[in-house]
């Protein structure tokens, strides 16, 4: 390529280069405002919660991005008369660009899953339980969950009994004043679409057709409404069964129901060889039944 036009296209990439950069630098920064204005101008403590428990880690993480991108078109503008030598720099330059821009990308994601719930935690506890003022202007008092019940209708305590929902109930002891706000629970259960509350519950799992190495099975999950006893059934896919353990993965984000801070049930088969196999269970039941079944001929073979 001619020296002179490579040189005009340079200059002429770079100030673009500039201006795109200076337009993202901006647009983080105002994501960052915008977002800390939308949570100031929400007034009801309630409002602050929800937003930022559904909206705060994405605008940071927009934010994060467009300020990433922005340092990738900045560090292309570098080195001008090296990049000048040979067109081998221009890639050459990119290259370290992109790389420099995600491992930037890459890290504050890691922050933004790893550290940030935890501080979005105590902001969110911050406006959970900031005392609430009545529409006479006194400050309301929180409830405890004994006390609470009777301002609780049958379904929101039956939501209550299987930690599905968590109801906070705030009350103005001088006007009677009563304000019931919603949360999540602890737990994770269905809604019911009968009776519309979030006590559905799974009682029964039903094996229909057993996967094989070769097909897939069939589950029926037999489901119930702990407040109005309507029931559901769903039909799901088991997969096939893997040759070799090494290839089973338990899905990484799978809760236990009752029993959040247990991951899985590891059972480890030593043969009389001295051969041993480990099998994971997302479940004690599934454990137990695996056990029931289990015969030494038919546990996969390792290759
Ligand atoms: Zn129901």
């Not at 019940?149 to 009677?176: C, H, P, R």
């Not at 997969?239 to 090494?246: A, N």
Request: hydrophobic letters at 40%; charged letters at 30%; one cysteine or more.
């Amino acid at each position: 390529m001619d020296k002179e036009i490579y040189r005009a296209f340079l200059d002429d990439l770079t100030r673009i280069l500039y201006v795109a950069a200076g337009f993202l630098l901006i647009l983080s920064l105002v994501i960052r405002i915008i977002n800390a204005v939308k949570v100031a101008s929400i007034k009801d403590y309630k409002g602050k919660y929800d937003y930022l428990r559904t909206r705060e880690n994405k605008m940071v993480w927009y934010s994060l991005l467009a300020f990433s991108i922005a340092v990738f078109l900045i560090l292309n503008t570098f080195e001008k008369e090296t990049v000048l030598i040979s067109e081998w720099w221009f890639v050459i330059r990119m290259f370290i660009a992109l790389c420099i821009a995600t491992l930037i990308g890459y890290v504050g994601y890691l922050i933004l899953k790893f550290y940030n719930p935890g501080r979005i935690q105590k902001k969110l506890d911050k406006w959970r339980y900031m005392p609430r003022i009545s529409s006479a202007g006194n400050e309301m008092k929180l409830l405890s969950e004994a006390e609470e019940d009777v301002y609780l209708d049958e379904g929101m305590q039956a939501e209550e009994n299987i930690f599905s929902v968590d109801y906070d109930v705030w009350v103005d002891e001088k006007t009677k004043e009563i304000k019931i706000e919603k949360y999540h629970g602890y737990l994770e259960v269905l809604k019911c679409g009968t009776c519309t509350f979030q006590t559905l519950k799974l009682r029964e799992e039903e094996i229909i057709k057993p996967a094989t190495e070769t097909e897939d099975g069939e589950l029926l999950k037999h489901y119930e409404c702990t407040y109005c006893h309507s029931k559901r059934t769903t039909k799901h896919k088991i997969g096939k069964l893997l040759k070799s353990e090494k290839d089973f993965k338990l899905p990484i984000d799978y809760i236990l129901k009752g029993e959040r801070k247990v991951k899985s049930i590891m059972v480890e088969i030593i043969s009389s060889k001295g051969e041993r196999s480990e099998f994971y269970f997302q479940n004690k039941e599934d454990a137990a039944r695996f056990l029931a079944e289990f015969e030494y001929d038919k546990s996969p073979v390792e290759e």
